[in-house]
């Protein structure tokens, strides 16, 4: 197949880019690389794709040079026009729409940055998929979106009115969005819910990589809530097996479906909701305990009060991924940590 995947020097998208690449696929990545968070991070992720750093050029094509079915291109989501040509130049036979403005707290310093890219931006790529008859896409949703919501595990089929972060509700809007044009054009969608992504190269706002860098420069890690709280830790590998799937088995219409009383995780129309979890959330304190025996180091914490727009617990269903797919995660806490800590030792060069 030939896919677009957005966002390859984000951490996802770069995993589910390699992973297609591997597996004989044609890939055309794109990403603004923009400065959430360190860019030589983001332009190394693409070095490990063969996308070199001084090759790169706004708008045009990087030829990987590790990859023969590879090129990048920058190019970023609100440019309508660009991604109006990046569309009509290319005959996708799927497109991967993992490019977001991620993270919740920002979203509360910098509210326009994710109505720009993920509410306008999604459009234009609803719009390129609707424009060239492209009926096979998946997207990036988010666990934030379940909100309020207490009632646990998180199933799919729970209603999700009540976000609590911008950034959920944008991942909501997507949704939403992705549904109407599953509807009105018959583009065959699917949403991805993931929960709380961990592995070698993550992103340095989430928990694990502030955790590791505080411990090794000895500085006090931020424990929220006083540690009471939980996350559905799930492993990198395990995420993109589900991604792959979800790709190679687009979306169908759900015959069983009833407009009388209607869930939200699928419709008459070609859409999906699923949830892409370890399915057994951990307690702060232990993942902490874990990061400290692979370190050998006891942190120092500075324990705080809840911050704003975050949940106290995440706990994923993946009943329905278990159904479809027979998608089960399979790397446990233990070795998903010692992978994580032998990587950041070796990428910043941290001696044990």
């Given at each position: 197949m030939?896919?677009?995947?957005?966002?390859?020097?984000?951490?996802?998208?770069?995993?589910?880019?390699?992973?297609?690449?591997?597996?004989?696929?044609?890939?055309?990545?794109?990403?603004?690389?923009?400065?959430?968070?360190?860019?030589?991070?983001?332009?190394?992720r693409?070095?490990?794709?063969?996308?070199?750093?001084?090759e790169?050029?706004?708008?045009?094509?990087?030829?990987?040079?590790?990859?023969?079915?590879?090129?990048?291109?920058?190019?970023?989501?609100?440019?309508?026009?660009?991604?109006?040509?990046?569309?009509?130049?290319?005959?996708?036979?799927?497109v991967?729409?993992?490019?977001?403005?991620?993270?919740?707290?920002?979203s509360?310093?910098?509210?326009?940055?994710?109505?720009?890219?993920?509410?306008?931006?999604?459009?234009?790529?609803?719009?390129?998929?609707?424009?060239?008859?492209?009926?096979n896409?998946?997207?990036?949703?988010?666990?934030?979106?379940y909100?309020?919501?207490?009632?646990?595990?998180?199933?799919?089929?729970?209603?999700?009115?009540?976000?609590?972060?911008?950034?959920?509700?944008?991942?909501?809007?997507?949704?939403m969005?992705?549904?109407?044009?599953?509807?009105?054009?018959?583009?065959?969608?699917?949403?991805?819910?993931?929960?709380?992504?961990?592995?070698?190269?993550?992103?340095?706002?989430?928990a694990?990589?502030?955790?590791?860098?505080?411990?090794?420069?000895?500085?006090?890690?931020?424990?929220?809530?006083?540690?009471?709280m939980?996350?559905?830790?799930?492993?990198?590998?395990?995420?993109?097996?589900?991604?792959?799937?979800?790709?190679?088995?687009?979306?169908?219409?759900?015959?069983?479906?009833?407009?009388?009383?209607?869930?939200?995780?699928?419709?008459?129309?070609?859409?999906?909701?699923?949830?892409?979890?370890?399915?057994?959330?951990?307690?702060?304190?232990?993942?902490?305990?874990?990061?400290?025996?692979?370190?050998?180091?006891?942190?120092?914490?500075?324990?705080?009060?809840?911050?704003?727009?975050?949940?106290?617990?995440?706990?994923?269903?993946?009943?329905?991924?278990?159904?479809?797919?027979?998608?089960?995660?399979?790397?446990?806490?233990?070795?998903?940590?010692?992978?994580?800590?032998?990587?950041?030792?070796?990428?910043?060069?941290?001696?044990?």
């Open positions: 030939k896919i677009l995947v957005t966002g390859t020097a984000g951490f996802i998208g770069f995993y589910v880019a390699r992973r297609l690449l591997e597996m004989g696929n044609e890939v055309i990545g794109m990403d603004i690389i923009n400065d959430y968070y360190d860019i030589d991070l983001k332009y190394s693409l070095s490990e794709l063969g996308i070199e750093r001084e790169i050029v706004y708008g045009s094509y990087t030829i990987s040079n590790k990859f023969d079915k590879h090129k990048f291109v920058k190019l970023n989501l609100v440019d309508r026009d660009g991604i109006a040509k990046l569309f009509e130049e290319e005959s996708f036979d799927a991967c729409h993992l490019a977001a403005q991620a993270g919740v707290r920002y509360i310093e910098n509210p326009y940055a994710y109505i720009d890219s993920n509410i306008t931006g999604f459009i234009h790529i609803l719009e390129g998929c609707r424009q060239h008859e492209i009926k896409l998946s997207f990036a949703s988010s666990s934030s979106i909100g309020l919501n207490q009632s646990q595990p998180f199933k799919t089929s729970d209603h999700t009115d009540h976000p609590v972060s911008l950034y959920a509700a944008t991942k909501k809007s997507a949704e969005m992705a549904h109407t044009y599953a509807h009105l054009y018959g583009i065959q969608v699917t949403g991805l819910r993931f929960f709380t992504v961990y592995g070698p190269w993550g992103r340095p706002d989430m694990p990589m502030l955790f590791v860098d505080a411990i090794v420069h000895n500085r006090a890690i931020k424990v929220f809530n006083y540690g009471n939980s996350r559905d830790f799930t492993y990198i590998d395990d995420i993109v097996d589900g991604i792959i799937k979800v790709i190679y088995n687009p979306a169908k219409s759900n015959d069983k479906w009833n407009p009388q009383t209607p869930t939200p995780e699928s419709s008459s129309a070609p859409y999906r909701i699923y949830n892409i979890g370890n399915n057994a959330p951990v307690a702060l304190m232990d993942f902490i305990k874990t990061i400290e025996k692979s370190l050998g180091v006891v942190a120092k914490k500075d324990m705080l009060p809840m911050q704003s727009g975050d949940v106290v617990s995440t706990y994923a269903d993946t009943t329905n991924m278990q159904r479809d797919f027979d998608y089960l995660a399979k790397i446990g806490l233990d070795d998903g940590v010692e992978r994580f800590v032998g990587w950041y030792r070796e990428f910043y060069m941290i001696p044990k």
